[in-house]
């Protein structure tokens, strides 16, 4: 029998991360992933794959950025700035100061070096211009400091994890669904998992990773710990996160850590399957141009501030506005100057929810918005706008003075033809987790790490609460997983 220096749970980009690590330390690797191979890769598969992380500005960045995704906006390209303190700033802000300072810190102080390292295994970056960055002037401007992704987005980034782990000699084996952690005393010394045709096994090694996500994909634990609303959120990713590992962790004695309650949600496309994320569309169901438009119920009323902030700074808190809504349904409105500017690999994606029309009432009766309610709401938001320049990659304190407030980007809505988007809350990942320390070791109850067990990516609580500034998730997942590979394998 093989003899593993390191047991990995979970095959997205935290397992990849923490089996590259390990790997690099000599250690013989086997990492196990519930899904088969064609359905495999976590929720990490279902994303765009953007990385948030500190850097100086383009020059930095170019050495990183894969030769074949340059092209000549390359030349007419500008990218602000991102310190170490803006990504500290935004960590606090957005959580309302409920982030662990100490994990914190770990994920800023990692989050560059991470990405550089991943480069080294092969994982290519490129320029999200289709996603955070608008040309005003002849110059494309991104915005929000989130800049780089990986080429592909999450299916690049699963298809190169990969395949650095397969030439490295890592061990995979899919459809292999952990039952049971195997246990001498206090020290984890293994796992027990089933194979798909029900087989029991049981393999060893002195250290093991949990990187299996959280329960987002369970409506029983979504009711449980979110609130019964919960239980109708559409699933935007991995259908297998289900929360059976975290529930493992949480028996071995973890300390429970971080926000249970809250999670990452989005404005998903309404007519999208409830249960698991389309493997071909993956990311492309978002709809995440709401702050050039407005968002209204059933009633035809507005709910939100669309431009409280740029987008990656409020997406994933709007999803569970939406859920609270009549029906948990929304519509993303926008007219005829609004709808060149919204992002075409979603709006122009297919299948679509949504309609055109050539009058706000044609656009009610289609959608099924109140129609009376739909042609106040817009008549008070159209003469409330304040007499500012637009620019949609700045926050351009072009503002709509009516209750809630849109605070910036604020068009009016009143040049036919007129557009509608139907969107739900689709839930991305759940927020609590189990307690870790610098090494990624899990912390018990007692406030010790638990001997042989570590934890990355969804299944670490402790750093977002209500909200999380986009692309930190990818981040916090190498950067945990990677320093539970280098610890796990050193012993």
């Known amino acids: 029998m093989t003899q593993y220096d390191v047991i990995v749970v979970g095959g997205g ?24 191979q064609d359905v495999s890769g976590g929720n990490s598969f279902y994303t765009a794959g953007a990385f948030r992380f500190p850097f100086a500005g383009l020059d930095e960045l170019r050495p990183l950025l894969d030769p074949e995704s340059l092209d000549d906006r390359i030349d ?46 092969g994982i290519r970056w490129r320029l999200m211009y289709e996603r955070q960055a608008f040309e005003t002037d002849g110059t494309w401007r991104f915005f929000g400091g989130l800049v780089v992704g990986t080429v592909g987005g999450g299916k690049g980034l699963i298809a190169e994890h990969t395949a650095a782990a397969a030439a490295s000699g890592v061990e995979i084996r899919y459809e292999a669904a952990v039952t049971s952690l195997v246990r001498d005393g206090e020290r984890v010394t293994g796992v027990r ?37 919960w239980r109708r959120a559409k699933v935007r990713g991995n259908p297998l996160n289900t929360g059976e590992v975290l529930d493992l962790a949480l028996e071995a004695g973890a300390q429970p850590y971080g926000d249970w309650t809250s ?23 978002s709809r995440q141009s709401y702050p050039i438009g407005i ?65 706000l009432a044609e656009l009610a009766a289609e959608l099924g918005i109140d129609q ?6 817009v008549a008070r938001f159209n003469a409330s706008i304040a007499d500012v320049p637009f620019d949609p990659a700045v926050k351009d304190g072009r503002a709509s003075a009516v209750q809630p407030p849109k605070s910036n980007w604020a068009l009016a809505l009143d040049t036919p033809p007129y557009y509608g988007y139907a969107v739900t ?61 280098t610890h796990a394998a050193r012993g």
């Open 372 to 377: 009376a309610g739909l042609e106040e709401t």
């Open 193 to 229: 998992y089933r194979d798909s045709s029900g087989t029991e096994h049981v393999v060893t090694a002195p250290a093991v990773v949990l990187a299996a996500g959280g329960f987002e994909a369970d409506p029983v634990r979504r009711a449980r710990h979110l609130g019964p609303e």
């Open 295 to 359: 968002v209204v119920n059933r009633d035809g009323r507005r709910f939100v501030d669309e431009g409280a902030d740029y987008r990656n700074y409020t997406y994933a808190k709007y999803g569970r506005e939406i859920l609270r809504q009549p029906e948990g349904i929304a519509f993303q409105l926008f007219d005829a100057k609004s709808r060149p500017l919204l992002r075409t690999e979603e709006y122009d994606s297919s299948p679509i929810t949504g309609a055109r029309a050539d009058t």
């Open 425 to 485: 809350c689709g839930i991305t990942f759940t927020f609590g987790g189990v307690r870790v320390d610098e090494h990624a070791r899990v912390v018990s109850e007692a406030g010790t790490p638990i001997p042989g067990l570590y934890a990355a990516g969804e299944l670490v609580g402790g750093l977002f609460s209500g909200n999380y500034p986009g692309g930190s998730g990818l981040t916090s997942g190498t950067v945990f997983g990677r320093r539970a590979g």
């Open 76 to 121: 007419a390209t500008d990218v602000p700035a991102y310190t170490a303190e803006d990504f500290h700033a935004d960590m606090k802000r957005v959580t309302d100061g409920r982030c662990d300072p100490v994990l914190t810190e770990l994920l800023v102080g990692d989050a560059a070096g991470a990405v550089q390292w991943l480069a080294t295994k």
């Open 263 to 285: 999670c990452h949600s989005i404005a998903w496309d309404a007519g999208a399957a409830d249960q698991g994320g389309n493997r071909i569309l993956t990311n492309q169901l």
């Open 13 to 36: 980009n935290a397992g990849f991360s923490a089996a590259h690590a390990a790997r690099e330390q000599g250690a013989r690797v086997l990492l196990l992933e519930k899904g088969a």
